[in-house]
């Protein structure tokens, strides 16, 4: 009877505190995931002091046929028309034959503006381009994690901030991820590539304000 008692009332009291933890952290999550879902522009910077330095610092990821560039920020002077990558951070959403990779926060772009389309920046598992493309075209290649380095101000991947501005044709730079540190040796001679000039950036999360909600009509 007595333990009967106890048992009874202390259970409302367990479940409650259980209750709010989990209330706390969910609120903790959210909170966290809408500021991993700000939107942000990439620029690159380049800390050499050559001309190609000089070149791609500055410049703003692109997007275009499927590969990821870097081009003028200003939409008219680029020499290609491509779109300003608007990108955020969420979770990748594995398939059930990749669960197990559990590759963590991916990077999707807006692609597109009318209608409005996302799509997935990766890493080519071959020859480390950066491309983007839906879950599909996307899943076995390089998804992530994706994040951003301590001070929330640059991009990094796979934790190393290891990103390769390639000229792949005159005055056209596409990004490349260094995943081996050799500075893209081997997947640039597999590609025949290795007379392309090459220059290390840092990407910069340059963050685009939400257009400011409606002010409420004030009252009289
Ligand atoms: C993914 O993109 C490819 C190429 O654009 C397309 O053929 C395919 O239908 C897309 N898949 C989904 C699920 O949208
Ligand atoms: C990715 O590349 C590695 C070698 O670099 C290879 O062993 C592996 O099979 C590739 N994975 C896929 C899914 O192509």
Known sequence: MVIGLLMLSSIPAVTGVAFGVSEQRKSNQRREDARRMV???IDA??????????DVHG????????????????????SHPAFTSLAFYIEYPELDE??????????PTYVQANPPLLNWIYADNDTYELKYGNRTQSV?????PWDWT???KSIILEEKSAFVAVEEEEGEWALYFDRDGDELA????????????????TLIRQIVEEPPAPKAQSQG
């Open 59 to 78: 410049r703003r990821v692109v997007v275009r046929d499927e590969k990821v560039y870097l081009d003028d920020p200003n939409p008219a002077k680029r």
């Open 150 to 152: 301590e001070d929330e």
């Open 186 to 201: 081997r997947v640039l001679e597999e590609q025949d590539m290795l007379d392309c000039a090459f220059v290390p950036v």
């Open 45 to 54: 910077q380049c800390s050499g002091d050559t001309d190609d330095d000089r």
């Open 140 to 144: 076995e290649h390089l998804v992530g």
């Open 39 to 41: 939107k942000f522009n």
């Open 98 to 107: 990749t669960k197990h990779l559990n590759r963590g926060l991916g990077l």
